[in-house]
């Protein structure tokens, strides 16, 4: 291909731009944290402090961004309504949780009190979302790929307003959980129960669905069709049926992910799927789109580097309230990894052999 | 055993097969050979289930397979394999072969039935736990048709099995196209290759931009001068 030279150097002009870019980022994170480290502001405590707080977070953004990347895998669209289907699922685990609390039930089986919540979320959350998926998007099905994406959209608008028109716009407190309350001495560092135990939860669920995904019939089924519909047809795979499941599961991992954060939180809100709806699909763009291994570690740098990101490097550089700029911290990474990476961290490698 | 009548289908508006009629008996090898465009692939996806068409009727023994989506005409004995294999390259050897088996319900026969796709394709289980991605062509072709024999099937539609393989495999292929034929399943097999085709099938029907232009058995077709002239290269 001959280029004129006009256009060789807008292309080098542009690549320059973005290594400078990159470089001034990288050097600005590396200077505000050796600034930090001098300034010795926080003790080591407070640091592991912020990384189990981050590895916490970041275990539910990957909870939420399986179901981003999942439904991507297999249908190569954004389910941009899957952040409220998180937050249906966290209201629906509020009410039970509220009504259990009110019979006493959580107080003396706090173990109980915890998974029932959680797997009526994911009962709620899956219902929901094959509601969705049969109402908005199946009729689309074979549309250009904007189009399902405005639906989803739409969808999301559809559950977020529906549920402040039903429970109105303010916050509801989740019920308290005596036992998860106070801190766990590890190696004398005080760790708050709670985080650990919505890490815990968590990966006990992500480990169920690799599990499924990997080793059950449905789980193969849902990779054979998220590489050729009409290959998994012709394999007798009811094509339709793989894709609800598909929707559920994400979804039935959303409604998990709502109640551990509300567990966090301890606010349910009609409005709250939105931020965290938007990190975990930050997450999975982060560890590589339709792939699951890369949700799961996606969601976790985003959450470590969200919690430790503000006081290790922010700080350094001498920004006011460094915790404000949080959310920045994650969007920025979106914006740098669509740049310079935009396969991701654990991007496809295997393709097809044609000949 | 398996019989097209007037069968039409449309590509959206394009009218790519204008009513196609041919029959295949049990236990035989027929095949469909025809230039690029011709036809061969829709036949075979109107016949799977993944194409409509518009009018005229698709029946194995009698029964009406229009009427079934795509997956469930895998439940009436019928299995392609598709063009350019269609192996599932992130799945390994072995689940493509399950996944080929997805319409059995015991476990029993899902085993005994890979046992005998690795009789007929020893290099398959030496590959089993391979990401069938990075299996060579001849290996995916063996992958394909193990994968479609799965599911039991009384009628093998073959999409161009030779297509892109060395001659040395495309004969192991059509040899062993002969050899599940002999255990009685029944193959439709489309080519381009109609050379090979002919040498072992014993019908062969001729398309031309979606119209039957002739049948016969594949011995006169071997010898019909515009056969020879426009697919097997003689002058």
Redesign the interface.
């Known amino acids: 291909m001959r280029t004129s030279v006009g256009e060789r150097l807008l292309d080098l002009a542009v690549s320059g731009v973005l290594w400078g870019f990159r470089i001034l980022l990288v050097a600005a994170v590396l200077l505000g944290t050796i600034a930090t480290i001098r300034a010795g502001k926080y003790t080591s405590e407070q640091w592991i402090d912020f990384v189990v707080f981050g590895i916490s977070q970041g275990s539910i953004y990957a909870l939420i961004a399986l179901g981003y990347t999942m439904v991507y895998g297999i249908l190569r669209m954004i389910n941009f309504a899957h952040g409220d289907i998180f937050m249906t699922g966290a209201f629906g685990a509020y009410f039970l949780a509220t009504w259990l609390n009110g019979i006493g039930f959580i107080d003396n089986h706090p173990i109980l009190g915890l998974l029932i919540p959680i797997l009526f979320a994911m009962i709620m959350a899956g219902g929901i979302a094959m509601l969705v998926e049969r109402i908005a998007y199946r009729p689309l099905r074979g549309a250009p790929r904007l189009v399902p994406l405005i639906s989803a959209i739409g969808a999301s608008f559809f559950l977020e307003y529906a549920f402040r028109g039903f429970f109105g716009p303010g916050v509801y407190a989740y019920p308290p959980i005596k036992a998860l309350e106070g801190e766990w001495n590890v190696l004398g560092v005080g760790i708050l129960k709670v985080q650990v135990v919505v890490a815990v939860a968590a990966f006990i669920m992500m480990a169920i669905l690799y599990f499924i995904v990997m080793f059950t019939?449905a789980g193969?089924?849902m990779?054979?069709v998220s590489?050729?519909k009409?290959?998994?047809?012709?394999?007798?795979?009811?094509?339709n049926r793989i894709i609800v499941s598909t929707f559920a599961l994400g979804a039935a991992m959303a409604g998990a992910a709502g109640v551990l954060y509300s567990l966090i939180y301890r606010q349910v809100g009609f409005f709250m799927g939105f931020t965290p709806g938007i990190k975990a699909f930050t997450a999975a763009v982060l560890g590589g789109i339709g792939n699951i291994p890369g949700a799961m570690v996606g969601g976790l740098v985003l959450g470590v580097f969200e919690s430790v990101g503000p006081s290790l490097f922010l700080e350094g550089l001498g920004i006011p309230r460094p915790y404000q700029l949080k959310d920045a911290i994650a969007f920025t990474m979106l914006v740098m990894i669509l740049l310079f990476r935009p396969s991701g961290i654990l991007g496809e490698r295997?393709?097809?052999?044609?000949? | 055993m398996l019989k097209l009548d007037n069968v039409h289908t449309f590509y959206g508006n394009i009218h790519a097969l204008k009513g196609i009629t041919l029959s295949i008996e049990k236990g035989e090898i027929v095949t469909l050979i025809g230039g690029n465009g011709a036809g061969k692939t829709t036949t075979l996806r109107t016949i799977s289930g993944l194409l409509k068409p518009r009018e005229g009727s698709v029946t194995l023994e009698g029964e009406d397979l229009i009427k079934y989506k795509a997956h469930e005409v895998v439940y009436k004995g019928v299995s392609m394999v598709p063009e350019g294999r269609g192996v599932f390259a992130r799945l390994s050897v072995m689940e493509n072969l399950e996944m080929g088996a997805y319409s059995l319900k015991s476990k029993q026969e899902l085993d005994k039935n890979i046992e005998r796709v690795f009789t007929l394709f020893p290099r398959l289980k030496e590959r089993r736990t391979q990401v069938a991605g990075t299996l060579s062509g001849g290996e995916q072709q063996m992958l394909a048709t193990g994968r479609a024999l799965m599911a039991n099937p009384r009628i093998l539609l073959m999409d161009e099995p030779s297509m892109g393989l060395a001659p040395v495999l495309v004969e192991l292929i059509f040899e062993t196209i002969q050899q599940i034929n002999k255990v009685g399943v029944t193959v439709l097999l489309v080519e381009q290759n109609a050379l090979m085709a002919l040498a072992i099938a014993d019908r062969g029907y001729v398309l031309q931009t979606g119209e039957i232009v002739l049948t016969d058995t594949a011995e006169n077709l071997k010898k019909n001068p515009m056969v020879q002239k426009a697919y097997l290269g003689v002058e």
Do not use: P
């Open positions: 019939k193969k089924a990779r054979a590489e050729s009409d290959t998994a047809a012709l394999m007798g795979i009811d094509v295997i393709t097809t052999k044609k000949a």
